[in-house]
């Protein structure tokens, strides 16, 4: 029997269209924007100017706070200019424009394609290096990894978990890794355990994704602590706390962070980042997207220096279908539509999915029936529908007592409502507010 | 046995008759009898826009407080506060009568769409999301959240330009529009004399060029305005130009340089033609 988290979950249609597809290296752009944040936290602030030359790796925006990453140029080239640009909800925020020429790397980076095991650092060194690289969790939420491997002083981890879920149906960016980077991502999990002192680490992968299991559990036995687990196919598995109930078995009280029961839950993309930045003083400035979507012509996995607009990879998978109804990005139940596609790859795109019209449209609305579907669906046992309607009769005391701000935003509730009712959208809006009034309360 | 009934009921009754004058005694709780008169004298909406909890809220403070420094409703105006203060005996400074402004003039028809949204008609829910269906995410969805708010029904949605407006009759200022909006395009401005008012009808933060393509309207931050002012009452901050209605003398040159149109004036007679060197400039007369 395979483990899966307890409380609610679905299972959507997996469409796993580019799953086995081999990782393509995406051609270098002519220019690249790359945001200043790109991160859950202070924006970066930018340490070139008009005109700078750079190379590729270079720091071009220093973290400003403990909470904030450092970014680093994609590409060598000029910079063009430092300028507000639409990013992919169509507001404007501050980046760097750098017209391409060569490619030139920073000399420290190791540009050898082979695998090196060894490794002699200790912990803050280790740290150190992934603050350096501008490392971020590259599951979607880019929380600052540093932070995470930092824990609040009278906490200590036991384990390391690697999220390598990718419960969100369409997305194989982490699969294809799995399958030709296992060694570096173990190598990477080594690392992160001695950053965090901890003798246990364990893989957490859906069980659709058998080749993958089979490939790290071949590699398991050449590291020492790391555990592969298969899980069952369950949405949201990714999510943090669902990860640590599926694996640990323990619950992660409101409000609470995971390493309060023991956890420190790591991606597998970070792992791999973290791996690059350590062994091989390589910032993160490329990542794996999958590009895919039902009539799209190659769905695939690319690998992409970051900066490159959205449209370069729609093109680079055979173009935008003419029946698109929404581009999106990340995943279909946590990713965002696009406002338009000339908007740069960032840290934490993981994928983008091209939907068809039919797909794409919203049904009618209808009232709520009471079949509590939601109810059993919602990951972390919360009312969505009382939720609802407490942000709509804007009762934010009611809706404190019965934890909104503990909703994931996975969506699970919006998928299965079989009246379409928009649950998350009021959540969402809902938990913002909420969490405000938390916020005014506490200072 | 008619008599029994009577004699026992009647006996009953006047037990609890004792028994509740006793209480209604022993626990009397005195309420100040101006409260009630003070509540009376209000409009009876409470909208919240006095920040106490409705009118009866806002009646006992009044009555509570030894001045009544910061105590105003906004919706009676000064005709229910000097009724309040003859009540109270109590001095009532006058604030200037106010009214909602809608600073968004990025119609259909300057504001070209860029991409369509089929989510949730609520602005709270779009913003959250993403900047808008237009290039400009500063400006107004036009989904309503403020029509929704109004008790006064004092703000609607131009069908024709997607924009609302504020009746100035029926808006009492309670600026619950203003609490709604969460681009933070509606402002309590001074209503004026004659309801006169000219302001900067954009929040549009972009620099001139993108502003520009995104809204033909747009504020584009060229500062022509603030040259033209004598009064400094104009100031140019990120790209956007603000009229601080404290300032403003409502002479309109502002309103003649502007090269967008961004700039608006309510309810001026219109302009005579005058001088030569005033032909050519675009005379803007816009009602909202």
Redesign the interface.
């Known amino acids: 029997m395979l483990k899966t988290f307890r409380i609610g979950g679905i299972h959507p249609p997996e469409n796993k269209l580019s799953a086995g597809k081999a990782i393509q290296t995406l051609a270098l752009p002519k220019q690249v924007i790359i945001p200043l944040s790109q991160h859950i936290g202070a924006p970066a602030t930018a340490v070139v100017k008009k005109g700078d030359e750079v190379k590729v790796g270079s720091l071009i925006g220093q973290a400003s706070g403990f909470v904030s990453a450092n970014i680093h140029s994609s590409v060598s080239g000029k910079v063009n200019k430092i300028d ?1 640009v ?1 990013d992919a ?4 925020r501050p980046a760097v424009f750098i017209d391409v020429e060569g490619d030139e790397w920073e000399e420290a980076i190791d540009r050898q394609e082979g695998f090196v095991k060894a490794f002699d650092l200790t912990s803050k060194e280790i740290v150190q290096k992934i603050t350096d690289a501008g490392i971020v969790g590259l599951g979607g939420a880019t929380f600052p990894t540093q932070v995470k491997l930092t824990p609040p002083p009278g906490n200590t981890a036991e384990i390391l978990i690697i999220n390598a879920a990718e419960c969100e149906p369409y997305l194989t960016a982490d699969h294809s890794l799995m399958m030709e980077k296992g060694n570096e991502i173990m190598t990477g999990i080594s690392l992160l355990m001695k950053a965090v002192h901890v003798k246990k680490a364990v893989i957490g992968i859906e069980n659709n994704k058998k080749d993958a299991i089979a490939h790290l559990q071949h590699l398991q036995s050449n590291y020492h602590g790391i555990e592969v687990m298969p899980l069952k196919v369950q949405y949201p598995q990714g999510g943090e706390k669902q990860l640590i109930d599926a694996v640990m078995r323990r619950q992660v009280k409101s409000g609470a962070l995971p390493i309060s029961v023991g956890a420190v839950v790591q991606n597998v993309g970070t792992a791999f980042a973290v791996y690059e930045a350590v062994v091989k003083n390589k910032p993160l400035f490329e990542r794996i997207v999958t590009v895919t979507g039902k009539e799209v012509l190659n769905p695939g996995n690319f690998k992409v220096r970051i900066g490159t607009s959205i449209q370069t990879l729609i093109d680079a998978a055979g173009g935008l279908p003419e029946n698109t109804g929404k581009v999106i990005g990340g995943g279909p139940m946590m990713g ?2 696009l ?2 596609t000339e908007v740069p790859v960032t840290k934490g795109s993981s994928g983008v999915l091209l939907i068809t019209e039919k797909e ?3 049904k009618p ?1 209808m009232s709520c029936i009471r079949c509590t579907k939601c109810v059993n669906v919602c990951p972390m046992g919360l009312n969505p529908t009382l939720l609802m309607t407490t942000t709509e009769f804007t009762n934010w005391d009611l809706a404190e007592k019965n934890h909104i701000a503990d909703c994931i935003e996975c969506g699970s509730c919006s998928y299965t409502c079989p009246s379409n009712r ?1 649950l998350l ?2 959540i ?2 809902g938990k ?1 507010k909420v969490m405000g009034i938390m916020r005014a309360r506490k200072s | 046995m008619i008599v029994i009934a009577i004699i026992s009921l009647g006996l009953i009754g006047a037990i609890g008759a004792v028994f509740l004058y006793a209480a209604s005694k022993k626990f009397e709780v005195y309420e100040d009898p101006r409260i009630g008169q003070v509540q009376e004298a209000l409009p009876g909406a409470n909208c919240g826009a006095c920040g106490f909890p409705g009118c009866a809220g806002f009646a006992t403070a009044c009555v509570n407080a030894a001045t009544m420094d910061g105590l105003f409703c906004p919706v009676g105006g000064a005709d229910v506060m000097s009724q309040v203060s003859t009540i109270l005996g109590k001095e009532v400074e006058m604030a200037e009568p106010m009214v909602a402004v809608v600073r968004c003039n990025g119609s259909c028809a300057v504001r070209p769409r860029q991409n369509q949204y089929d989510g949730t008609r609520s602005c709270a829910i779009a913003s959250a999301l993403y900047g808008g269906e237009t290039g400009c995410s500063f400006g107004c969805h036009g989904f309503g959240d403020c029509v929704t708010v109004c008790d006064f029904d004092a703000i609607h949605i131009n069908p024709e330009t997607m924009l609302p407006e504020v009746d100035e009759e029926k808006c009492t200022s309670c600026g619950a529009c203003v609490k709604a909006c969460p681009k933070s395009i509606i402002e309590l401005r001074k209503k004026g004399p004659k309801s006169r008012r000219i302001f900067v009808s954009c929040v549009n933060k972009d620099k001139g060029a993108p502003a520009r393509k995104a809204c033909g309207s747009a504020c584009i931050g060229c500062g022509k305005c603030v040259k033209e002012c004598a009064f400094e009452a104009i100031t140019l901050e990120n790209n956007l130009a603000y009229i601080d209605y404290t300032k403003c003398r409502l002479c309109r040159k502002c309103v003649a340089v502007c090269p967008t149109g961004a700039i608006h004036e309510l309810n001026f007679p219109p302009r005579k033609e005058k001088a030569p060197e005033a032909e050519g400039t675009p005379v803007v007369e816009k009602t909202i």
């Not at chain 1, 909800?89 to 404007?92: A, C, E, I, V, W």
Request: glycine share 10%; charged share 30%.
């Open positions: 507000n639409l909800s169509g507001y404007r965002k539509a406002a338009n794409a449209k919203r609305v928009p959208d009021q969402r809006l913002g």
